[in-house]
């Protein structure tokens, strides 16, 4: 048995969930896009400066008189995972959920509680 829906009906169902699936897809670039730019943190020696784009993190390292890198990514709930390293400095895992994360690793130097701030 087959049921007839009025078009006018049918048609409002259809923007509803036309709608419906838009807002989903800019809520979720949104989310995305709030942790977009520039982010600075200093903790104990460290000093961090870190630039979020999309997906990617990447950024500088100074602690003490040495420089390093940032390389890593960001998920769309703010959760961090990179390496920090360089030349002298012991590689190490950045990571926890923006803006506070967690610089940590086998070497001496310590570790650092981060909270970053965007500039």
């Given at each position: 048995?087959?049921?007839?829906?009025?078009?006018?009906?049918?048609?409002?169902?259809a923007?509803?969930?036309?709608?419906?699936?838009?807002?989903?897809?800019?809520?979720?670039?949104?989310?995305?896009?709030?942790?977009?730019?520039?982010?600075?943190?200093?903790?104990?020696?460290?000093?961090?400066?870190?630039?979020?784009?999309?997906?990617?993190?990447?950024?500088?390292?100074?602690?003490?008189?040495?420089?390093g890198?940032?390389?890593?990514?960001?998920?769309?709930?703010?959760?961090?995972?990179?390496?920090?390293?360089?030349?002298?400095?012991?590689?190490?895992?950045?990571?926890?959920?923006m803006?506070?994360?967690?610089?940590?690793?086998?070497?001496?130097?310590?570790?650092?509680?981060?909270?970053?701030?965007?500039?």
């Amino acid at each position: 048995m087959a049921v007839s829906i009025p078009s006018h009906i049918a048609t409002g169902l259809a923007a509803a969930l036309f709608l419906s699936l838009i807002s989903a897809q800019q809520s979720s670039l949104a989310a995305s896009e709030d942790w977009d730019g520039t982010w600075f943190a200093e903790d104990n020696a460290w000093r961090l400066t870190m630039t979020v784009d999309g997906e990617k993190v990447r950024g500088d390292v100074r602690v003490q008189l040495q420089n390093g890198w940032i390389n890593g990514k960001i998920s769309e709930d703010g959760t961090v995972k990179a390496k920090v390293g360089g030349n002298q400095i012991c590689d190490r895992t950045l990571k926890g959920k923006m803006p506070k994360l967690r610089l940590s690793g086998p070497c001496r130097g310590g570790s650092a509680n981060l909270e970053f701030q965007r500039q």
